[in-house]
C-alpha cells in the first residue's frame, strides 16, 4: 500500500502514521481530511507529499487505499456523505466498530481492513494488528514497525481491550513519582527519576525477545526488592481483578460492535 493513501479523521493516530510513513524514502502520497485543518495543514507543511484537500470527498477520489480514523460516534454521519467506490481497500481504525456495522455504510462494498495503530507507529516501532489478512495493507504496516493478523473478528477486538490499559500505566508511573515527592523530592527530580527508569526497561522490550517470565525473574533476586514489592503488589488478587477489568472492556468492546 504505498501509492496513494487518503485519510479522513487526522487525530493522533492518524498524525502517527504519517509522521511514521514519511520518515523513509519509500513514503506514499498522502491526502488529508480538511477537518482538524490546523493539524492537517501542518503535516502538509512539514512532507512534501502530504496534501490537503477541499473535501471528504475530494479525499476518497484521489486515494486508492483510504483509512478511517474518525471517532465511532462521527462514522454514519461522515460515511453517509461519501461516495466510496468498489475499487478502494477501506481500512479502519474507528474503535469498536465491526465490519458487520460498517458494511451497511459502504453501498458499494469496498473490502474492508480493520486496524489498531499505536503511537509508536510515529517511530516505526508500532506492531498494528490487522483484521482480515489483506497483503498491502500488512506491507504498509509492516514499514511502520510490524503487524499481527488475527484469525477472527472476535480475537481482533482482544486487542482493542489491552490498548485500554496505557493510560493505568501512566498512572502507574504517577504513583511512584507522588511516593517519591511525598517523601521530599521536588516534582521534577521525581519525575525524571522514573521517566529514565522505565524508559531503559521500555528500551529492553524494545530489542529483546526474552519472555515476560524471564525479564521478571531477571529483574529480581529471592529474598530481594523487586521480589518483596512484586509479591505484595501484583499478588493473586490484583491480577485477577485487572483480567476482570480486561473480561469488562472486552465485553464493552464487542458489544458496541
Wanted: proline residues 5%; charged residues 20%.
Amino acid at each position: 500500500m504505498t501509492s496513494t493513501i487518503g485519510i479522513i479523521g487526522v487525530g493522533e493516530i492518524a498524525s502517527a502514521i504519517v509522521e511514521g510513513a514519511c520518515a523513509g524514502d519509500d513514503q506514499p502520497d498522502f491526502f488529508l481530511s480538511p477537518r482538524n485543518a490546523e493539524r492537517s495543514a501542518a503535516l502538509a507543511a512539514k512532507f512534501d507529499r502530504v496534501e490537503v484537500c477541499e473535501s471528504n470527498q475530494d479525499v476518497v477520489d484521489r486515494s486508492e487505499h483510504l483509512i478511517l480514523a474518525v471517532l465511532p460516534q462521527q462514522t454514519e454521519a461522515v460515511l453517509a456523505e461519501l461516495d466510496i467506490p468498489a475499487d478502494r481497500t477501506v481500512v479502519s481504525a474507528i474503535a469498536g466498530v465491526s465490519v458487520e456495522v460498517l458494511s451497511p455504510l459502504l453501498p458499494q462494498n469496498p473490502p474492508i481492513v480493520r486496524v489498531i495503530p499505536l503511537p509508536p507507529v510515529r517511530e516505526r516501532r508500532g506492531v498494528t494488528a490487522v483484521y482480515p489478512t489483506h497483503p498491502e495493507v500488512e506491507e504498509f504496516f509492516d514499514i511502520l514497525g510490524g503487524t499481527v493478523v488475527a484469525d477472527t473478528e472476535r480475537l481482533f477486538s482482544t486487542l482493542s481491550a489491552t490498548t485500554a490499559t496505557m493510560s493505568a500505566y501512566y498512572a502507574y508511573l504517577q504513583t511512584i513519582a507522588d511516593w517519591l515527592v511525598g517523601q521530599g523530592w521536588d516534582r521534577a527530580d521525581a519525575d525524571r527519576i522514573v521517566r529514565v527508569q522505565f524508559a531503559g526497561l521500555g528500551n529492553t522490550l524494545a530489542t529483546t525477545d526474552t519472555s515476560f517470565s524471564d525479564l521478571v525473574a531477571g529483574h529480581e533476586t529471592p529474598g530481594g526488592l523487586n521480589e518483596m514489592l512484586h509479591r505484595e503488589w501484583m499478588n493473586e488478587d490484583n491480577r485477577d481483578a485487572l483480567s476482570a477489568s480486561l473480561d469488562r472492556v472486552f465485553e464493552r468492546v464487542t458489544q458496541a460492535e
